[in-house]
């Protein structure tokens, strides 16, 4: 098994009266499976009826939704824990504070260490297109397999309450880094449906992240 990634030749030029070319990655999309198709397969390997999976899928589903939104950090099996959390603008007048400061709702994954153990391990598959659309190079990737998961609140004590510092939302990394130049490049107009275009959610310097506060 191996991960799929394009490296696309593009203009990466923030002056339009100039061309800068460089190799940007992202992770190629495939399609999505559908429930039936999981609960096939679920059904396959286990031997289980797929009524039976079908039934214990909707009532799992069902218990975190409830869960979650009491602001229980809930197990989801074989995959790790699902929590809600939101960012928002801070304000330093308490009259000021309204749930109209909040820029987004969340739904908060993180991934047991088997699943982090597999995608680590998992190999990194490069096809090289030039600005032509033409196949260049392929590449088998070596890197070190680190995978980056959502910062954890040293406040938080798994109800989902707590502010957290979270950082940044970019939790794609950059993707512009195919240019092999220290230099900031601009986002990539286009980008696949997972995040891989290259821009940030950040907003305006006045939005201030408050990270988790559900």
Not at 10 to 31: C, G, H, I, P, T
Not at 48 to 72: F, L, M, R, Y
Not at 95 to 100: E, G, I, L, W
Request: aromatic share 4%; hydrophobic share 30%.
């Amino acid at each position: 098994m191996s991960i799929k990634v394009k490296a696309v030749e593009r203009n990466v030029s923030f002056d339009k009266s100039k061309e800068k070319w460089a190799y940007v990655m992202q992770a190629e999309l495939y399609s999505k499976l559908s429930q039936s198709k999981v609960i096939n397969e679920a059904a396959l390997r286990s031997g289980i009826s797929k009524g039976s999976i079908n039934a214990a899928w909707d009532a799992i589903g069902e218990v975190v939704k409830a869960w979650a939104t009491e602001g229980h950090t809930v197990a989801i099996p074989g995959l790790g824990t699902m929590r809600f959390g939101l960012r928002a603008t801070s304000v330093t007048d308490v009259n000021k504070v309204a749930s109209s400061l909040i820029t987004t709702r969340r739904v908060i994954f993180t991934p047991n260490t088997d699943i982090k153990d597999e995608l680590a391990r998992t190999s990194i598959n490069i096809t090289c297109y030039d600005r032509n659309g033409d196949v260049v190079k392929r590449v088998t990737s070596s890197d070190e397999g680190n995978v980056e998961e959502e910062p954890e609140d040293p406040n938080d004590n798994g109800g989902g309450s707590g502010n957290s510092s979270g950082g940044s939302d970019n939790t794609g990394g950059s993707d512009n880094t195919g240019g092999g130049s220290d230099e900031e490049l601009p986002p990539v107009i286009g980008g696949d449906d997972d995040g891989n275009g290259g821009g940030s959610d950040g907003g305006s310097d006045e939005v201030v992240d408050n990270g988790d506060l559900g």
